[in-house]
C-alpha cells in the first residue's frame, strides 16, 4: 500500500533503474545500522521507511529497528502494513461477508459504502470446498467436482459478486490448486509494484513482496524470500482496509544449514527434523531465518517446504534470503524477464541478496547438518512428533495402547482359531498383517503385548479382508506442504512404477488420494509417463485442493467404515499434509501420521502401521520374490533425471494463463450484481454478520466481567482445530438441527468449513471436536458442557448451554492449559468463541495468533500467575467468576493484570491475579472499540 506520500525524514526516497523502467525506492543504506539486520528485518525496516507518516510511524520507530538488539526481549511496538493478502474459501468467504456487511453498517451510520474496499490486492484461492467422496477411479476429479459445484453454488455465486463489487479483489477458482502452491508459483511477487505517491506526482513504487493470510502456512511463500505469515480472517480483513499489523519487533533465531541431504532422504524428512528440532528449542513468536552457505544449495521447492511447516514449529516465519535460486525458480515458473531482472536489482541495492560471507547478527542460533537426516514420519496426533521411520513399528506398538480398550479380550485360542478357518494364512490380505513370527495377529492382547482386535470385512467391490487395529484406511497425497515439490511428487510416481512393474498393490481397505497442488503436477506426471502406475495403485486425480490435510477426506466405503465402528477398531491414516491432530482427518480414524508422497505410496501398499520396512516384505514379485521397500525407492539420480525431462516453464506459463477466468462451470454461475449484496434469508451458506448490528458510532466503555460462569475447562494443547468448526457435520449436532429445521437433508449437509459463511451454523460447531475433552464432565470427549442454569448442571450441547446462559444474561469464560490455540490460524475459532458468550479465556499461555484473534473479536486473553494452573488453584469450572479491573483500559492504559474471584457453590472463593494478554497499543484500541472490525469501521466514519 504506497496511498500516501512517505513524511522521509531520512532522505531514503530515490530511484532505481532496472532496464528501461524507473521505480522509486526506499534505501535502507539511509538508514545507518540496517546493514547489519537480518534479512527478514531490513523488509520490516523498509516497511516502515516507506510507510512512515509521523503518528503511528515514527523515525523513533525506524531507528528502534535500525539500532535492534539481537539479545534484547521484544518491547518495541511496530505498525507492519502488508502489501498484499491471500485467502482460502474456508476463511476467506467469511472475510467477504464481514466486508459485504460492514458496507450496509457504513450506509446505516451515514458513510459511503463505496469506501469499503482492499486497499492492497487481496486474491482469494477456492482450494478448501472440494472433498473426496469419490476415488481410485478415473471419474473421480470429474465427479468430486461436480458434487463441489452442487454442495457450493451459493458460496461461489457470492464470491463472484465480490470479485466483481471490490476493487482490488481477484478470485482463483475451483479445480485449480491449492492456495499456498499457487501463491508460489504465480501469485507471488518478490518485488512488488504499485502506483504512489512522491511529492504529488504518481510514480511506480518498487518494495519488498510481503503479504498476510488467512491461512496459517502463508509462510509457504518465505521461501521465495517473501516475508509473510498467517493471520485470522479479522486481520486479514483489516490489512485489506489499511489497517497495519501491530507487532514486536521479533527476535531471529538464524539456523544455519550444512552438510547434503543423503540418498533416500526426502524434503519430507529435512522439515520433520526441522520442526522436531525448533520445537525442543522453542521459537513461538519468534522469525527463523535460514543462512549460510548451505543456503545455495537447498532448492527452492525444498525452502517453500521448510517455510510451509512455520506453524508447525511455531515461529511467526521461516525465511531464506532472495539469491540464485529464487531468480532461477521465478524463470522456471514463468515470470517475466523484467520482473527478473527487477527482483535481483532491488535485493542486491537494498543489500537483501544473500551473501554467505556476511553473516548477520541473530537472537538465537540452531545448526543443522542435513547429513545426519534420516526417513521420518510424523504422529499419531502432531505434527512435531517425529518418529524415525526404522523405529515406526515399535513407536506404533507403544502408541496403540492409548487408543484401544484392552479389557474383555477374547480367548487367544478361540479367536485364533475363527480367523484361521475363516482366512487361511496364504490369503495376502491376511499376510499383510502378520506378526514377524505368526501369520496373523490373532487376539486382543498379541504375545508381543500388542493390542489385536481382526476383523472379517467382505466387499462386493474389494473382496475379503481383515481389518486390525493400525490398518492404514486412508493414504493421501495431499496437502501445500509436498504437492509443491517435483523431488518428492516424481519420487513418488517413480516408486509407484517400480512397485507396479514389481506385482506390488494397495491393499483393498486403503482409501487412496491424489491431490495436486496445481494443474502443473498432471503436467508433468503425463509428459513423464508416471501417471498410469500411480492410478494402478489407486491414486486417481482426485481433485486440485486441500483435501485429506483438512479433513475433506469423505467418507469411508461403508463396509469399512461400519466394521470400525461397530469393533471400536483404532486405524490410521497416512498423508502428506502439515496437519494430523485428533479428530481432523477422517471421524473413523483415531490415528494420523505425516510421511512423504513415496511413504504414503509404500503405507497403501503395506496397509498397515504395524510395518517394519526394513526386515519386512511389502510383498512378493512376480517370481515370488520378496519385495522390500529399497528395492523399490527411487534413487536420487532418477528423480533428478525425471524432473529435467518433465518439467519446463511452459507447462506454469499455460497453466496460469487463465487462471482467473475458471471452467465453464464457473463461468456459468449466475452472478448477482450491486455494491451491496442481496442476502437471501433461506440460504444456508451465506448470511449477514451480526458483528455491527445496533453498533453506536462512539463504543461503549468496556466493562469488568461480574457472575460469570465455566463454559469450558480445557487442558494442555488444545489447539484451534478443537474449537474452530470443522470436518463433518453429524446427524444429531445442533449444526445438523439448524440445518435440518432448515430444510437441509442428511446427505447435502456439506462439511462445517464450507458453511463458514452462515454465522448460525458456525457458532453450533465451536468447541464441538469429536476429540475436545472438557474437564467439566467426566470421561466425555465432544462439545458437550454442564449447564449451571439448570439443577444439578447437567451434560449439554455447548451450544445450548450457552444459549441457556445468555438468555440469563450470564457471561462466560473459559479455562485452558498451556499453548492454548495452537494449531491453523482460523478466525472462527475467536469468532465461535465470542458468539457462545465468552467474554474471557484464561490460560496459562496462548498461541500468538489466536491471542490476537481473541481480542479481535472484543475477548479478553487472561493468563495464571506463573506456576499457576486451574489445576493447582483447585478450579474445577463449577465455580462462579468475577474479575475486576479490566475498567482501567477506559482510561487509556492497558492494566499489566486484573483481578480474578472464583467463588465456589459453599461460598469460598479462590482470587489472583490474572496476567493480561493485550500486550500492545493497538490492541487495546481493539479491545475498547468491541474489536478489529468494529476500530477500521469507525474510523472509515471520521474519515469521511
Same mark, same amino acid.
Given at each position: ?437 505368526? %501369520? /496373523?495377529? !490373532?487376539?486382543?492382547? $498379541?504375545?508381543? #503385548? +500388542?493390542?489385536?482386535?481382526? *476383523? &472379517? ?115 490410521? %491414516? /497416512?498423508? !502428506?499434509?502439515?496437519? $494430523?491432530?485428533? #479428530? +481432523?482427518?477422517?471421524?473413523? *480414524? &483415531? ?354
Amino acid at each position: 500500500m504506497t496511498s500516501k506520500d512517505s513524511v522521509n525524514s531520512f532522505g531514503a526516497r530515490d530511484t532505481l533503474t532496472v532496464g528501461d523502467d524507473e521505480y522509486q525506492i526506499y534505501r535502507l543504506d539511509a538508514v545507518p545500522g540496517t546493514e547489519k539486520l537480518p534479512y527478514s528485518l531490513k523488509v520490516l525496516a523498509e516497511n516502515l521507511l516507506r510507510t512512515e507518516d509521523g503518528a503511528n510511524i515514527t523515525k523513533d520507530h525506524i531507528n528502534a529497528i535500525a539500532n535492534w538488539d539481537p539479545a534484547a526481549e521484544p518491547s518495541v511496538e511496530i505498525q507492519f502494513t502488508p502489501a498484499r493478502v491471500v485467502m482460502q474459501d474456508f476463511t476467506g468467504v467469511p472475510c467477504i461477508v464481514d466486508l459485504a456487511t460492514m458496507r450496509e453498517a457504513v450506509a446505516a451510520l451515514g458513510g459511503d459504502p463505496e469506501k469499503v474496499n482492499p486497499l492492497a490486492p487481496a486474491e482469494l484461492v477456492i482450494d478448501h470446498s472440494v472433498i473426496l467422496d469419490v476415488f481410485g477411479r478415473a471419474d473421480a476429479f470429474e465427479r468430486n467436482v461436480e458434487l463441489e459445484y452442487q454442495r457450493n453454488g451459493e458460496r461461489y455465486q457470492f464470491l463472484r459478486w465480490g470479485q466483481g463489487a471490490f476493487d482490488d479483489f481477484k478470485v482463483v477458482p475451483p479445480g485449480t490448486g491449492i492456495v499456498h502452491q499457487v501463491n508460489i508459483e504465480y501469485l507471488a511477487r518478490t518485488v512488488m509494484v504499485r502506483e504512489g505517491v512522491a511529492g504529488g506526482k504518481t510514480v511506480s513504487v518498487a518494495y519488498p513482496d510481503t503479504c498476510v493470510g488467512t491461512d496459517s502456512h502463508t509462510t509457504m511463500v518465505n521461501g521465495l524470500g517473501v516475508l509473510g505469515w498467517g493471520v485470522g480472517g479479522i486481520e486479514a480483513e483489516a490489512a485489506m482496509l489499511g489497517q497495519p499489523v501491530s507487532m514486536l519487533i521479533p527476535r531471529v533465531v538464524g539456523f544455519k544449514l550444512t552438510g547434503e541431504i543423503k540418498p533416500g532422504v526426502t524434503a519430507t524428512d529435512v522439515v520433520l527434523t526441522v520442526t522436531d528440532m525448533l520445537r525442543r528449542h522453542g521459537v513461538v513468536g519468534k522469525f527463523v531465518e535460514f543462512y549460510g552457505k548451505g543456503v545455495a544449495e537447498v532448492p527452492l521447492a525444498n525452502r517453500a517446504t521448510l517455510g510451509n511447516m512455520s506453524p508447525e514449529f511455531g515461529s511467526t516465519a521461516a525465511i531464506f534470503p532472495i539469491d540464485d535460486e529464487t531468480i532461477s525458480y521465478l524463470r522456471l515458473t514463468g515470470r517475466s524477464e523484467q520482473q527478473l531482472a527487477l527482483v535481483e536489482a532491488y535485493a542486491k541495492r537494498q543489500g537483501m541478496w544473500h551473501d554467505p560471507a556476511r553473516e548477520p547478527a541473530y537472537s538465537e542460533y540452531i545448526e543443522l547438518d542435513l547429513s545426519t537426516v534420516v526417513p521420518s514420519i510424523a504422529g499419531p496426533k502432531r505434527p512435531q512428533d517425529r518418529i524415525e521411520l526404522s523405529d515406526a513399528k515399535t513407536a506404533f506398538r507403544k502408541d496403540i495402547h492409548n487408543y484401544v480398550d484392552e479389557e474383555g479380550s477374547a480367548p487367544h485360542s478361540q479367536l485364533d482359531e475363527a480367523v484361521e478357518e475363516s482366512f487361511p494364512a496364504s490369503d495376502p490380505a491376511v499376510l499383510s498383517f502378520a506378526d514377524d513370527d505368526a %501369520a /496373523v495377529p !490373532s487376539a486382543a492382547q $498379541n504375545c508381543d #503385548g +500388542r493390542p489385536s482386535k481382526p *476383523v &472379517k470385512v467382505s466387499s462386493a467391490e474389494r473382496g475379503e479382508f481383515i481389518l486390525d487395529h493400525g490398518a492404514v484406511v486412508v493414504a493421501g497425497i495431499t496437502s501445500c506442504t509436498n504437492t509443491s515439490n517435483p523431488e518428492v511428487m516424481l519420487g513418488a510416481a517413480l516408486l509407484a512404477k517400480k512397485a507396479v512393474e514389481k506385482g506390488l498393490t494397495s491393499k483393498p481397505w486403503v482409501k487412496t488420494n491424489m491431490a495436486p497442488g496445481s494443474q502443473v503436477v498432471t503436467d508433468y506426471y503425463n509428459k513423464a509417463g508416471l501417471w498410469p502406475y500411480l492410478e494402478k495403485l489407486g491414486f486417481y486425480l482426485g481433485g486440485y485442493g486441500c483435501t485429506t490435510c483438512i479433513g475433506n477426506t469423505g467418507p469411508l466405503p461403508e463396509e469399512i467404515s461400519k466394521a470400525i465402528n461397530d469393533n471400536d477398531l483404532s486405524v490410521t %491414516a /497416512v498423508l !502428506s499434509g502439515n496437519r $494430523n491432530f485428533e #479428530g +481432523r482427518i477422517q471421524p473413523d *480414524v &483415531k490415528m494420523n501420521y505425516l510421511a512423504s508422497p513415496p511413504l504414503v505410496i509404500a503405507y497403501a501398499i503395506a496397509g498397515t502401521m504395524d510395518f517394519d520396512f526394513a526386515s519386512q516384505p511389502l510383498g512378493q514379485d512376480h517370481d515370488g520374490n520378496d519385495v522390500f521397500l529399497a528395492d523399490i525407492w527411487p534413487t536420487t539420480a532418477e528423480i533428478q533425471e525425471t524432473i529435467a525431462s518433465s518439467i519446463d516453464r511452459d507447462m506454469f506459463v499455460s497453466s496460469y494463463a487463465d487462471v482467473f477466468k475458471g471452467d465453464e462451470r464457473w463461468r456459468s454461475l449466475p452472478t448477482p450484481e450491486g455494491n451491496t449484496f442481496a442476502w437471501d434469508e433461506k440460504s444456508t451458506y451465506v448470511r449477514k454478520a451480526p458483528y455491527f448490528d445496533g453498533m453506536p458510532a462512539e463504543p461503549a466503555p468496556v466493562a469488568d466481567i461480574t457472575g460469570a460462569r465455566v463454559l469450558a475447562l480445557l487442558g494442555d494443547s488444545v489447539t484451534t482445530d478443537h474449537i474452530s468448526p470443522a470436518g463433518a457435520i453429524k446427524k444429531g449436532t445442533p449444526a445438523a438441527q439448524y440445518l435440518e429445521a432448515n430444510g437441509v437433508s442428511p446427505r447435502d449437509y456439506n462439511s462445517l468449513g464450507s458453511r463458514r459463511g452462515n454465522h448460525e451454523v458456525m457458532i453450533r460447531g465451536t468447541f464441538a471436536n469429536i476429540r475436545l475433552r472438557n474437564q467439566l464432565l467426566d470421561d466425555v470427549s465432544g462439545g458437550y458442557t454442564r449447564d449451571f442454569t439448570q439443577d444439578g448442571g447437567p451434560q449439554e450441547f455447548i451450544f445450548d448451554a450457552a444459549q441457556n446462559y445468555a438468555a440469563q444474561n450470564i457471561p462466560l469464560v473459559v479455562l485452558g492449559g498451556k499453548e492454548y490455540g495452537s494449531g491453523s490460524s482460523r478466525d472462527w475459532a475467536a469468532k465461535g468463541t465470542v458468539l457462545l458468550g465468552v467474554r474471557a479465556v484464561i490460560t496459562e499461555s496462548f498461541e500468538r495468533i489466536h491471542r490476537s484473534n481473541l481480542i479481535g473479536m472484543g475477548v479478553i486473553p487472561l493468563q495464571f500467575p506463573a506456576g499457576e494452573s486451574a489445576a493447582s488453584l483447585k478450579l474445577d469450572g463449577t465455580e462462579v467468576f468475577d474479575i475486576t479491573g479490566i475498567e482501567e483500559l477506559n482510561k487509556g492504559k492497558t492494566p499489566k493484570t486484573v483481578h480474578v474471584k472464583a467463588t465456589k457453590a459453599d461460598g469460598s472463593a479462590v482470587e489472583f491475579d490474572a496476567v493480561v494478554r493485550i500486550d500492545t497499543p493497538g490492541e487495546a484500541d481493539y479491545y475498547r472499540n468491541g474489536g478489529i472490525l468494529q476500530y477500521v469501521l469507525r474510523n472509515m466514519l471520521k474519515s469521511k
